[in-house]
């Protein structure tokens, strides 16, 4: 059952505490050693301890993904084809430009986009197959530009294998867990080394990324779903709908529900219980709603978005446009009754690769950005490198850096 709340009870519950990464630490930093030592040897004995392979390498023919793409249904691939589409525009919208301008005389500066030459993207496929993740990460990296997009998953999954072959992604690997994070991080004679890995995963994934932050760039370190709803009134249905689907994704998920009605609050625990009964995936759905979910009354709406900035929850879903403005820390926003986050997972175009467990405070959710540099452009006439001369050199001295200012006189005298 799920449990009602007052917001003055609402500190335990959202006190975050860190994810315990010191165990699955200690169990990955072996792993990630054998494979910087070792390379391919050390991960096909991992892929094939933990992952099954049977195969002579981890790398996946394309006539596997070619074949994976035939077994799949007319509307699943439709339904591929529809949301990576949108996904696609989405990226594209969020696509930064290249400009260069004269912003005094014979001083112009500007920037020129680039993309990142190889990323690996971690597509999990353990409780649930996920070739949505796959399209998430891939298609965005597809706009950007990247010229090797390399997939990760650790079982040969018909779903995933045929999206990529849908997407036309031929460097698929079946790896998982810590020794594939290690492989794209270190480079292998099979396994490009990457210049990004991005993707979910469970914690020892999290953990590698994490120990391998800076030896490779990565998106973030996340930990389990979460969402937090802002209500007055609606369709408890709806409501309790929307936390299942949350809580049915890992028993470390949490579902919140902001509410400033007592009727509310009580038909939403009684919906919650009702969906349970029938619902296939209760059984870890429950968990999470028992352990980390609660239905909280607050005063106003004023006061839950408060709550909600506190919290910065992977997913927000608010009744009304109005409220957005005063959202400052959110992974993503959903607005009204016709906006469920599954919607956000699938098909309507921006990213369902989120930040976690209040990791929202400091970045949004994957986007094309994360596959691109944007780098600066500058040019000088010698009038303008005149003007400029005092202060640079000036500042240049103040900092007792004398070959920086004679960089410039030098070109000015004589």
């Given at each position: 059952m799920i449990r009602i709340l007052q917001s003055d009870q609402v500190g335990r519950l959202l006190a975050r505490k860190a994810q315990r990464f010191s165990e699955a630490e200690g169990v990955v930093r072996p792993i990630l050693e054998a494979v910087r030592k070792r390379g391919d040897k050390a991960l096909l004995e991992y892929a094939r301890q933990f992952d099954g392979l049977e195969r002579p390498t981890v790398r996946v023919p394309?006539?596997?993904?070619?074949?994976?793409?035939?077994?799949?249904t007319p509307d699943f691939r439709s339904a591929v084809e529809m949301a990576s589409e949108n996904i696609r525009a989405?990226?594209?919208?969020?696509?930064p430009r290249a400009w260069m301008e004269e912003v005094a005389p014979g001083l112009c500066v500007g920037q020129i986009v680039r993309p990142l030459h190889t990323v690996a993207a971690y597509i999990p496929a353990g409780r649930y197959p996920l070739p949505s993740t796959l399209m998430m990460t891939a298609v965005p990296a597809q706009v950007a530009g990247v010229l090797n997009i390399c997939i990760a998953c650790p079982k040969p999954v018909p779903e995933v294998f045929g999206t990529a072959g849908i997407l036309g992604l031929s460097q698929v690997f079946?790896?998982?867990?810590?020794q594939a994070i290690a492989a794209f991080a270190f480079g292998t004679r099979t396994v490009p080394r990457a210049d990004r890995i991005?993707?979910?995963?469970?914690?020892?994934?999290?953990a590698a990324k994490k120990l391998l932050a800076g030896e490779v760039g990565i998106d973030f370190v996340a930990g389990p779903t979460e969402i937090l709803i802002v209500a007055a009134d609606g369709?408890?249905?709806?409501?309790?709908?929307?936390?299942?689907?949350?809580?049915?994704?890992?028993?470390?998920?949490?579902?919140?529900?902001?509410t400033t009605s007592k009727r509310l609050a009580a038909a939403v625990a009684k919906a919650v219980a009702s969906q349970l009964a029938t619902l296939p995936t209760a059984k870890v759905a429950s968990k999470s709603i028992a352990r980390n979910s609660a239905v909280i009354l607050v005063r106003s709406l004023a006061e839950a978005i408060e709550i909600a900035n506190r919290l910065a929850p992977e997913h927000l879903s608010i009744p009304e446009e109005s409220l957005l403005d005063r959202?400052?820390?959110?992974?993503?926003?959903?607005?009204?009754?016709?906006?469920?986050?599954?919607?956000?997972?699938?098909?309507?175009?921006?990213?369902?690769?989120?930040?976690t467990s209040g990791a929202a405070r400091i970045?949004?959710?994957?986007?094309?950005?994360?596959?691109?540099?944007?780098i600066s452009v500058q040019q000088l006439s010698e009038p303008a490198l005149r003007r400029l001369a005092p202060a640079i050199t000036t500042l240049a001295r103040a900092e007792g850096l004398e070959a920086h200012a004679r960089s410039v006189e030098v070109r000015l005298t004589g």
């Open positions: 394309e006539q596997e993904l070619r074949a994976a793409v035939k077994e799949l989405y990226a594209l919208r969020q696509m079946q790896m998982g867990g810590a991005v993707g979910p995963g469970n914690i020892y994934v999290a369709d408890p249905a709806h409501f309790a709908a929307d936390m299942l689907a949350q809580a049915e994704h890992d028993a470390h998920a949490s579902a919140i529900l902001l959202v400052r820390h959110a992974g993503s926003v959903f607005i009204g009754p016709f906006s469920p986050e599954a919607a956000g997972d699938y098909a309507s175009g921006p990213n369902h690769v989120l930040p970045r949004g959710g994957l986007s094309v950005t994360d596959y691109l540099k944007v």
